[in-house]
């Protein structure tokens, strides 16, 4: 009887192992749910308008991902791979995009506020009408060309 007990409780702990892993294989999903995805594959993700405000996708590959309009304040980008994404409109305030790839990135738009670029690779980028206040460039130095007199 004991026998059946234990090897009844070590399936049900197998399935309930294989339903949590299903449940977040979809690193989308991982990535909405809990906001953290660090080195996930987000390749081509449709993120639009996704609220991640302080999301961590350090190291993520998130290479063509459409993230218009996402809320990403205070995110932790550090080291992500992300060539040809699209943040138009986003709300960038105080992401840390430190030794990211942002080659042909579309930045048209967004509120780049505190972000911060510290040795990202910032090649062919767009970002016309964007927000720059305490922004940290890729070479260390403040690009302050919105900050108003009141300090912003």
Not at 9 to 34: C, H, K, R, V
Not at 50 to 76: C, E, F, P
């Amino acid at each position: 009887m004991l026998r059946n007990y234990l090897l009844s409780g070590a399936i049900a702990l197998s399935s309930y192992i294989a339903i949590a892993q299903a449940a977040i294989a979809n690193p989308i999903d991982q990535l909405l749910e809990t906001r953290a995805c660090p080195e996930c594959d987000l390749s081509n993700a449709n993120l639009v308008e996704a609220k991640l405000s302080g999301a961590n996708l350090s190291l993520a590959k998130m290479r063509g991902a459409d993230l218009q309009k996402a809320n990403l304040v205070g995110a932790n980008l550090i080291g992500t791979y992300l060539k040809d994404a699209n943040f138009q409109g986003a709300n960038l305030r105080w992401a840390n995009f430190t030794n990211a790839d942002l080659e042909n990135v579309d930045f048209r738009g967004a509120d780049l506020r505190g972000a911060k670029f510290n040795a990202a690779l910032l090649k062919d980028v767009n970002s016309q009408k964007s927000l720059f206040c305490r922004t940290i460039m890729t070479d260390g130095k403040l690009n302050n060309r919105d900050c108003r007199v009141s300090g912003d």
